[in-house]
T-cell receptor, first 107, second 115 residues
Framework: SQQGEEDPQALSIQEGENATMNCSYK?????LQWYRQNSGRGLVHLIL?????REKHSGRLRVTLDTSKKSSSLLITASRAADTASYFC???????FGTGTSLTVIP | EAGVAQSPRYKIIEKRQSVAFWCNPI?????LYWYQQILGQGPKLLIQ????????DSQLPKDRFSAERLKGVDSTLKIQPAKLEDSAVYLC?????????????FGPGTRLTVT
């Protein structure tokens, strides 16, 4: 399976702290994408990192990719209550999603 | 820019009944996807269209599920007959890129409950 798997399954932090979640996958990829899902806005694309990139930033988001370890991490800095959501990585040619990391940011 | 539209938003049916979902992708998006998301799990790709042709339907339970994309725009996903395990949110997504690697835009989903 090319499925990405997120870790941890659940994460609870205080507002203002940083949140880090990881994604591991099994096969070679063209790119890896991170998505956020909450009840209010559905599933939203956050960031795409290509296989020849090692790090990418977008606002408070920082994504790293280590193709040798087949892993990626998503860092959210200075978290806000609005960041409370499930975060998924998607990999492979056919968009295999993992089971997600449920992030709770406590105000 | 209008987003991906889906209807209905909610549907409750009894097992063995039929149901159909509709999706209107973002204008100009060539690629359309249908996903099934069971509670507590990530989305599972059911079928992918490129214009009106099927690119991948390897995970579509073809004995009961069918999908079409007429004229390369709107799409419908049908389940006939429904089973209890089909209870899930059905998500439609579209992407501009002609390849499967592009950023996807998701609709709000249709929550199906089979009783």
């Amino acid at each position: 399976s090319q499925q990405g798997e997120e870790d941890p399954q659940a994460l609870s932090i205080q507002e203002g702290e940083n949140a880090t979640m990881n994604c591991s996958y099994k096969t070679s990829i063209n790119n890896l994408q991170w998505y956020r899902q909450n009840s209010g806005r559905g599933l939203v694309h956050l960031i795409l990192i290509r296989s020849n990139e090692r790090e990418k930033h977008s606002g408070r988001l920082r994504v790293t990719l280590d193709t040798s370890k087949k892993s990626s991490s998503l860092l959210i800095t200075a978290s806000r209550a609005a960041d409370t959501a499930s975060y998924f990585c998607a990999t492979g040619n056919q968009f295999y999603f993992g089971t997600g990391t449920s992030l709770t940011v406590i105000p | 820019e209008a987003g991906v539209a889906q209807s209905p938003r909610y549907k409750i049916i009894e097992k063995r009944q039929s149901v159909a979902f509709w999706c209107n992708p973002i204008s100009g998006h060539a690629t359309l996807y249908w996903y099934q998301q069971i509670l507590g799990q990530g989305p599972k790709l059911l079928i992918q269209f490129q214009n009106n042709g099927v690119v991948d339907d390897s995970q579509l339970p073809k004995d009961r599920f069918s999908a079409e994309r007429l004229k390369g725009v709107d799409s419908t996903l049908k389940i006939q007959p429904a089973k209890l395990e089909d209870s899930a949110v059905y998500l439609c997504a579209s992407s501009f890129s002609g390849t499967p690697y592009g950023m996807q835009y998701f609709g709000p989903g249709t929550r199906l409950t089979v009783t």
